[in-house]
């Protein structure tokens, strides 16, 4: 065989494995973006707040709510909302929720039933999972995370 096509067919097989290495690390992140275990939450430090959902956070101002809230958020939210409640464009940046009952109406309708359109899911509902006491926790931690800028 000439130098030529030892070239061209060493160029091929490196161009194919450079192809397959990509593609593989490609599919393997978005199917981890795809796969959501809720985590627990151990809420039982939290008062007890019933098993019908409340429709404004009782646990706003609670620092105790807040540190357990922080913590749900890292094992469950944070991977699309970002580290930190700061996000890096996959879902909406929650610094930016309003404050008070206007944004717990959004945040808890959300976090019950998650969101699709068109038949593709955005956000997995996280209410059954977690139940209200995480989430109003998750909620009392990302108020102390708002900002308007």
């Known amino acids: 065989m000439s130098g030529f096509f030892k070239r061209v067919t060493r160029a091929q097989t490196m161009l194919a494995a ?11 992140r978005l ?3 795809g796969d959501v275990t ?4 151990d809420t ?6 019933g098993d019908a959902w409340v429709t404004h956070n009782p646990y706003r101002g609670n620092a105790k709510a807040a540190e357990i809230g922080k ?4 094992q469950n939210c944070a991977r699309c909302h970002g580290l930190d409640a700061i996000s ?3 879902a909406p940046d929650l610094r930016y929720l309003e404050l008070g ?3 717990d109406e959004w945040f808890v309708q959300r976090f019950q039933h998650g ?6 899911v955005y956000m997995p509902p996280f209410g059954e999972a977690l139940g209200q006491k995480a989430g109003w926790a998750i909620r009392a931690w990302l108020e102390t995370r708002h900002t308007d800028d």
């Open 71 to 74: 913590s749900a958020f890292g």
């Open 38 to 41: 809720p985590q627990p939450v």
């Open 115 to 120: 969101s699709s359109r068109d038949g593709k």
């Open 31 to 33: 199917a981890a973006h």
């Open 18 to 28: 450079a192809t397959l290495l990509a593609a593989t690390s490609v599919g393997t």
């Open 88 to 90: 890096g464009g996959i």
């Open 44 to 49: 039982s430090a939290l008062p007890d707040i």
């Open 101 to 103: 009952d206007s944004g």
